[in-house]
């Protein structure tokens, strides 16, 4: 048996639910444990990054799901040394995102089309329900941003929002650092001015 | 944690684990920043040293009075044994040939540190994705590789290493390539 098959049997038997607790401190000792931590890390930040967007708890969850899927197939190519985690996951939620959005313009069921994701039960949904909730103030000032061009709304989002370092931001956006923190500039200078015009 | 985020990872396990499991991993001692690793050491039909950087440049000069700078044995279980006495750019192209009429398309990496094994005999490759042939690699005589000042031209390594870890891919599966993204 080979040292990856070893580590699955052994996270899925004893731990079929693993999220239930803070993966251990020390370095991962298998690509699952590794995409674990980066899992546990992340995932509420992303439910957070879809609840500002939808209304929907179902396409909170398909969303957030399409993401670490995606994530998953990506993750043989994502090297820490080049960026965090969380960076590298903005840049797949915000691709997923437009996706789901080039499809809802089209009249196309983007939830549908996503496909393979399971129905949530009544928990769930509440409890994303309950998210979608809390993120009303970030929905807020996503709207306010709505005014500004597109690269500057995303700089404004990752780093005021989310929490990412400007250098997380550009990495996650595929922009220079020094063009980053212009667009960031930039999107907080007319954020003010608008501001104070009403 | 919340139910739904128990469920989707319960999910991503079940559909996905197997998948995740069998990742090659960029260089896993990166966080310790202990180990130094060689990329693409031995490889069944492409075997090279390209990407090696200034901290990696363990390659030796390995004059006419050293040792031959590798042996493989493949044993009747089909089990290969790589020695490594020295690793020489000039000698890899050899190796690599000797590999290929042995009929492997493996790609093996290596990683090594400072110091001396703890433990002496050569290491047996964790078999990654398409690994189909058992491989261990024995570095030096007993697992410790030593490298002489000033031994050879454009060394920038001296002292003691060994092999700390050792993975077989597939020829398709061997390397990374960076941070890709997905979607």
């Keep these: 048996m080979s040292i990856e098959s070893k580590t699955l049997v052994r996270t899925t038997r004893s731990r079929p639910v693993a999220v239930s607790r803070s993966p251990r401190g020390g370095p991962p000792t298998s690509p699952l444990e590794e995409f674990e931590q980066v899992y546990v890390r992340n995932v509420d930040v992303l439910m957070g990054y879809f609840a500002r ?17 995606r994530a998953v197939d990506g993750f043989a190519g994502f090297d820490p040394r080049r960026g965090s985690d969380r960076a590298w996951l903005f840049g797949i939620a915000s691709r997923v995102f ?8 089209g009249g196309r069921d983007a939830v ?3 496909g393979g994701h399971r129905l949530l039960d009544e928990d769930e949904i509440e409890e994303l329900a309950e ?5 009303r103030s970030g929905a807020a000032l996503l709207r306010r941003c709505e005014q500004l061009p597109a690269v500057e709304r995303a700089a404004i989002e990752l780093v005021d929002l989310e929490g990412l370092t400007p250098k997380e931001a550009a ?5 220079s650092r020094v063009a980053f923190r212009q667009r960031l500039s930039r999107a907080r200078s007319r954020l003010r001015k608008g501001a104070s015009e009403q | 944690m919340s139910k739904f985020t128990d469920h989707l990872w ?10 995740l499991a069998q990742t090659n991993r960029p260089d896993p001692g990166r966080a310790g920043g202990r180990l130094l690793r060689r990329p693409r050491i031995l490889a069944g039909s492409t075997l090279g040293l390209a990407g090696i950087g200034a901290t990696l440049a363990l390659v030796l000069g390995g004059t006419a009075a050293t040792a031959p700078a590798f042996a493989v044995t493949r044993s009747d279980d089909g089990s290969v044994l790589v020695h490594l006495n020295y690793v020489k750019d000039l000698n890899l192209p050899q190796l690599n040939a ?14 090594m540190a400072s110091g001396a094994a703890s433990e002496s005999g050569a290491v047996t490759c964790a078999p990654g994705a398409g690994a189909t042939t058992p491989v261990r690699v024995l570095v030096g005589a007993n697992g410790t590789e030593t490298i002489a000042a000033g031994q050879s031209a454009g060394n920038t390594a001296e002292g003691s290493f060994h092999l700390v870890h050792c993975l ?9 390539s960076g941070n890709t993204g997905a979607g």
């Design chain 1, 53 to 69: 967007r939808c209304r929907e708890p179902q396409t909170v969850a398909d969303l957030t799901s399409e993401t670490f899927v």
């Design chain 1, 98 to 105: 437009a996706r789901h959005c080039e499809r809802a313009a």
């Design chain 1, 112 to 114: 549908t089309r996503l």
């Design chain 1, 131 to 135: 998210r979608i909730d809390a993120e």
């Design chain 1, 171 to 175: 990495l996650a956006l595929g922009v």
């Design chain 2, 10 to 19: 319960r999910d991503l396990v079940n559909e996905h684990g197997p998948t």
């Design chain 2, 98 to 111: 000797k590999l290929h009429s042995m009929g492997l398309h493996e790609g093996v990496t290596i990683w």
């Design chain 2, 168 to 176: 077989v891919t597939g020829d398709d599966a061997a390397g990374n």
